[in-house]
């Protein structure tokens, strides 16, 4: 029984160990606390703790802005981990469309100021060269 028990802890130190790695980018599975888009190929993901991410996708992922909820999935079920690579978001409701989907995470990144601030700048140069 006790080798059980160790394997079993063993098992779960290592699956959750990538969320100690140097570069502190963990976003939890079970942490997220509302997203916002940043077009059909990146949101920003919040976490309870405070904590921004910028998500980086690919695949059919549209209306992110117009969902009543969102989950990230793991191709391997694991959800107690980090979000990583390889996984998918999931869009429910709202003005989500039947084509929606699958929606793959290729990166996930801390979200600075310095990044929102070129992501403001950006959308307000659109703005303007739209009006001209």
């Known amino acids: 029984m ?3 028990f160790f394997a079993a802890t063993l098992f779960l130190v290592a699956a959750v160990a990538p969320a100690f790695a140097a570069d502190d980018v963990c976003l ?3 942490d997220v ?4 888009s ?3 190929h990146a ?3 919040n976490d309870r703790f405070g904590h921004k991410y910028l998500v980086s996708l690919a695949g059919l992922c549209n209306d992110l802005d117009y969902s009543f909820g969102m989950a990230i999935r793991s ?3 694991m959800t107690f981990g980090c979000v990583e690579r390889g996984d998918h978001i999931v869009m429910r409701g709202g003005g989500t469309s039947r084509q929606s989907g699958p929606c793959w995470i ?3 990144e801390r979200y ?4 929102e601030k070129a992501y403001k700048a950006a959308l307000e140069a659109k703005k303007h060269e739209h009006a001209d």
């Open 112 to 115: 600075t100021p310095d990044m």
């Open 43 to 45: 949101m920003v993901v």
């Open 38 to 40: 940043h077009g059909d």
């Open 2 to 4: 006790k080798t059980v």
């Open 28 to 30: 939890r599975h079970h």
């Open 106 to 108: 290729t990166k996930v």
């Open 75 to 77: 191709p391997v079920g």
């Open 33 to 36: 606390d509302g997203w916002g």
